[in-house]
């Protein structure tokens, strides 16, 4: 598997390197706007989280640098999501599993067509297992 140097680079990076980024701020007023066209309109969000290749394989392969022990970015977005109220479905340990026997990714952060396959079964099975809504 190819890296990315960058990839490994945010993958290696510090919580405070999230929390100090310069776009975090435009992230929480996203989901807060996100939160108020909710309840303005009556919907549900649901976030899916997709971990990097790094974050994924990071075990698998001797990255330099190597991927920092926390995924700080991945429970960062899982905090905000649910502190919207929002519901979250987190890749990192649903892909997991699948990771173990096969590359996922192309050689850079985008899912290869198998990973997109994979993706599309595990929100399925994660739609079928919602309680249907309220008149159905």
Same mark, same amino acid.
């Given at each position: ?46 976030? %899916? #989280? #997709? ?18 022990? %926390? ?5 960062? *977005?899982?905090? /905000? ?6 519901? %979250? ?14 590359? *996922? ?5 985008? /899912? ?6 994979? %993706?599309?079964? #595990?929100?399925?099975?994660? /739609? ?9």
């Amino acid at each position: 598997m190819l890296a990315d140097p960058q990839v490994l680079w945010h993958a290696a990076a510090p919580e405070s390197y999230v929390l100090g980024h310069p776009h975090r701020r435009q992230l929480d007023r996203a989901f807060a706007r996100m939160r108020e066209l909710a309840q303005a309109r009556g919907f549900a969000v649901t976030v %899916v #989280i #997709i971990p990097s290749s790094a974050r994924l394989y990071a075990g698998d392969f001797p990255f330099s640098p190597a991927p920092s022990p %926390v995924p700080y970015l991945v429970n960062y *977005l899982s905090r /905000l999501a649910q502190a919207n109220g929002f519901e %979250v479905v987190n890749l990192l340990d649903r892909l997991a599993p699948f990771a173990r026997g096969e590359l *996922l990714f192309r050689d850079d952060d985008h /899912l290869n067509p198998r990973g997109h396959a994979v %993706v599309a079964g #595990i929100l399925t099975e994660h /739609l079928r297992a919602q309680e249907p809504p309220p008149g159905r």
